[in-house]
């Protein structure tokens, strides 16, 4: 058993924390390598951060998918920009690419338009939050294929599975 | 795709030529074995969150500085290597997106994608199978503008 | 300011300049400290999450309030801990009984018994489980103003004084409270070993010196 200290247990609290003064500090750390009984506290207080540092990261595991997201969605909307209201109006794009009468009308509606909306800060190929727009994947595997879908966070994922999945939907893949 | 662009022009967007970005690459392990190693990245929850892998370890965590137009090459565990291109950022207020370009090659077979994500954001890319075992590799790829 | 402070100085400026989702990277900066410190005092992981989804919907509200020259991370605590003790206060749930501040130091003879009982490294499932288990059993034994401080400093590692302003209290009553809160923590844990769950002997974190 060391002998007991006269250090208090609120001072060496302070000392493991490092608030206390540069010279107060220096002055403890001299103290504390020769002293048993400071060394057998602060190993218990060590023990204490470290369980709770461990039972922290259980509770990271445990912050719900989407929170972030949920967040966003909590969030007041802005005010509906011009480009906003204008697209509501507009087909979707995929129905824009059909047709020489649809490129024309989409080509005069944007030019008809472009000044007013030269300084809105939207577009019409918004991605919203995280998702990423993709444009193009090509596969080049005697049997895999892509597949896009949503992590638990809202990000893209670009997963490749084996051409025989059936499954054509967003479903999370298990194993290889 | 011609009508996006065309809009694209008409509304002033557009690439910001000279435009320079930062590129975030974590190659990350996903295996059914073992337990994963201590504190984790933002990205390996996210991951460990969406797939049921049991186990996730970051291999390696680069950063790659990239002008608009310009490309690198990461090389990866087991022969495949990675391509990545930065085609054009939109500058706006509210979003500011990345046009990246990902080619991804493990011997005969290959993965080629090309999308817009917003400044900071991520993407995983599917990066191959291991030689060995049962794992996988995935990159978390996200730009940041500078 | 720290360079963590700086990016986050910067995000809100850039929300603040009307960049909305910059407010997501702030989101996941935060959000697993936040999280945390709702569970440890509504002890329920949906009302946590709720809580702690609603701190940053209070700081997104008020962000043209938040003083730059703090940290973001004390004031997203300051929010949190606010709104879990209002939440609390509306479910009429009592107050845990407040540790005095007479509360006796551990003697001599127990000093060095956690470190001694408790493995560096547990290897089992099992004793992970109930390590964690009674853990949670003692942070619910604590008053929530301690059990507070003592996430916010152990976990989020926020000073003294970010926790005095978080807490909104004097950095005297800090200390004290951080200490005390150690000390029943510590107590709790020891009255755990010491019952009826033998802990494999193991070395010592600190080793015997002559």
């Given at each position: 058993m060391p002998p007991p200290c006269h250090v208090s247990g609120l001072e060496l609290s302070r000392y493991r924390d490092r608030e206390l003064s540069s010279a107060n500090l220096a002055e403890l750390e001299k103290h504390v390598e020769g002293c048993g009984s400071c060394q057998l506290r602060l190993a218990d207080s060590a023990v204490l951060s470290r369980l709770l540092g461990a039972q922290f990261l259980q509770a990271e595991h445990a912050l719900p998918p989407g929170f972030a997201r949920g967040v966003m969605a909590r969030l007041p909307q802005p005010p509906p920009t011009l480009i906003a209201t204008l697209r509501a109006w507009l087909p979707p794009r995929r129905a824009l690419t059909l047709g020489l009468v649809g490129v024309a009308a989409a080509a005069s509606l944007a030019i008809v338009f472009a000044p007013s909306l030269r300084n809105q800060d939207d577009h019409l190929q918004e991605t919203t939050e995280n998702e990423a727009q993709i444009h193009s994947i090509e596969v080049t595997s005697p049997d895999r294929s892509a597949m896009v879908f949503e992590s638990a966070e809202g990000n893209t994922v670009i997963w490749m599975v084996p051409s025989t999945d059936e499954d054509g939907g967003q479903a999370t893949p298990a194993e290889p | 795709m011609m009508i996006g662009t065309a809009l694209m022009v008409a509304l002033g967007l557009g690439n910001a030529a000279g435009a320079g970005l930062t590129i975030d690459v974590q190659v990350i392990e996903a295996s059914n074995n073992g337990d994963s190693p201590g504190a984790q990245s933002v990205a390996i929850r996210d991951l460990g969150a969406t797939l049921s892998y049991k186990s996730f370890r970051t291999l390696s965590s680069e950063q790659r500085v990239l002008a608009v137009g310009e490309g690198t090459d990461l090389f990866l565990p087991d022969g495949a290597v990675a391509h990545i291109s930065a085609l054009g950022v939109e500058e706006k207020k509210r979003n500011r997106t990345v046009r990246l370009r990902v080619r991804i090659e493990q011997g005969q077979e290959s993965l080629d994608t090309e999308y817009s994500v917003r400044n900071g954001g991520t993407v995983f890319v599917s990066a191959g199978k291991r030689a060995t075992g049962d794992s996988v590799l995935v990159l978390a790829i996200a730009p940041h503008l500078k | 300011m720290t360079p963590s402070d700086e990016v986050d100085r910067q995000l809100v400026a850039r929300v603040l300049g009307g960049?909305?989702?910059?407010f997501a990277d702030l989101v996941k900066r935060h959000q697993t400290r936040v999280f945390a410190l709702a569970r440890s005092l509504l002890r329920n992981q949906a009302d946590a999450a709720d809580i702690a989804q609603e701190a940053f919907v209070r700081a997104y509200g008020n962000l043209r309030r938040y003083?730059?020259?703090?940290?973001f991370t004390a004031w997203i605590a300051k929010i949190t801990n606010n709104l879990a003790i209002d939440f609390l206060r509306r479910q009429k749930i009592q107050a845990s009984t407040e540790l005095t501040d007479?509360?006796?130091?551990?003697g001599e003879g127990h000093a060095g018994t956690l470190a001694s009982q408790v493995?560096?490294?547990?290897?089992t499932a099992t004793l992970r489980r109930e390590l964690g288990a009674e853990l949670e059993r003692a942070l619910g034994r604590l008053p929530e103003k301690h059990r507070a401080i003592l996430i916010l400093r152990e976990i989020d590692g926020l000073s003294y004084q970010e926790l005095s302003e978080a807490l909104e209290i004097p950095v005297g009553t800090v200390m004290s409270r951080l200490f005390h809160s150690r000390v029943k923590m510590q107590e709790i844990l020891r009255e755990y070993l010491d019952g009826s769950h033998p802990a494999p002997v193991t070395k010592p974190i600190v080793k015997d010196r002559e």
């Open positions: - | - | 960049e909305r989702e910059a003083r730059a020259e703090g940290s007479d509360l006796p130091e551990p493995p560096a490294d547990p290897q």
